[in-house]
């Protein structure tokens, strides 16, 4: 049963390991496995993960959400500032932990009001913002931290790359919230937590450090000495509370696409089907095998990073399994709304295919 609950728990992990270790039977493990990696992207990655932890370990989040969300007035508004604070978070903390914190928030202020039957389409909307919302900056989704990285993609020429989907993400998500009613709303503004100033001010200029990496002013391994050490004597569960099973989700992968990499036919295969066409190929690929994975995956196999940040991004929407972000919202969704689950698969696909044709034919036309 343990065994069982880990698997579900961390399903892309687990078929990360076995992808990683069936593909050692045809590249057997030697010296070039160590070329495979990007020790950066994963210091960064875990950087960023624990100093957030620690933010969240103080409701950092949910405090100054809530307070944005008694300044909505009516449903529509509500909707609005929900999905804007996912959306904003997801730019800043990454699309996963913008979920965890913000979904529960959501439904705090659903349940509040007597508004569950709008559970889903908001939890919806809110994972689409997650995932579309951090495609703008290099920390805001881990596939765009690994291929900033992988790439050295200039800062400024990263965020021209990903502006136009990004406002056109916006359009969308203000028009799909038009279909929500204004009905006027009655929020009790009583809320017990309140921000430790102290830490608050810490895990702020630690969060900024990290960012530092992030853009190469401050070398990597410098935060994996002062990061760690710090919260390691001021907030020990921050560091347990990094999503490990994500940093082995990314080693794995780096073993898969690097062992892929030296078959000859993969090679040719792969190659060829993205000198055809790199956005269409790297959007479908996220249907099957996530958009984390088919960065790292397709980087090997195309300089065309502007196509592939285009395409693994927009990929996030469409299928249940396009993002790991979909995976945890649905999880989240279940825990918290339960019975309602086949309304909720059936609509989240609808709702995201719709989004994915739009952005893929935009891009299409006039983005690549």
Known sequence: MAILKFIKKNTVFCVAAIAALSTCFF????????????WKTLACLFLTLAVICALRNIKFFTIVARRLVLLSG????LFLMLIFITFLGSMIIANDMALITFLPLGYFALTSIGKEKYMAYLFILQNISANLGGMLTPFGNPQNLYLYSFFKIPTGEFCLIMLPPFLLAVSLLVLACLFVKKEKLV???AFPEKLDAKKTALYIILFLFAILIVFRIIPFFVGLIVVPIILFFVDKEALYAVDYALLGTFFFFFIFAGNLSRIDAVNTLISALLEKDTLLVSTLSCQVISNVPSAILLSRFTGDYRSLLLGVNIGGTGTLIASLAS????????????????QYFWMFTAINFA?????TLVAKLFLV
Request: net charge neutral.
């Open 327 to 342: 995976l945890i919202t649905f999880s989240e969704f279940r825990i918290l709304y339960p019975g309602h689950t086949k």
């Open 355 to 359: 989004f994915l044709i739009i952005m």
């Open 27 to 38: 590249v057997p493990p030697d010296k070039e496995y160590l070329s495979y990696f990007d």
């Open 74 to 77: 009516n449903l529509r508004s």
């Open 187 to 189: 929020i009790d503004k």
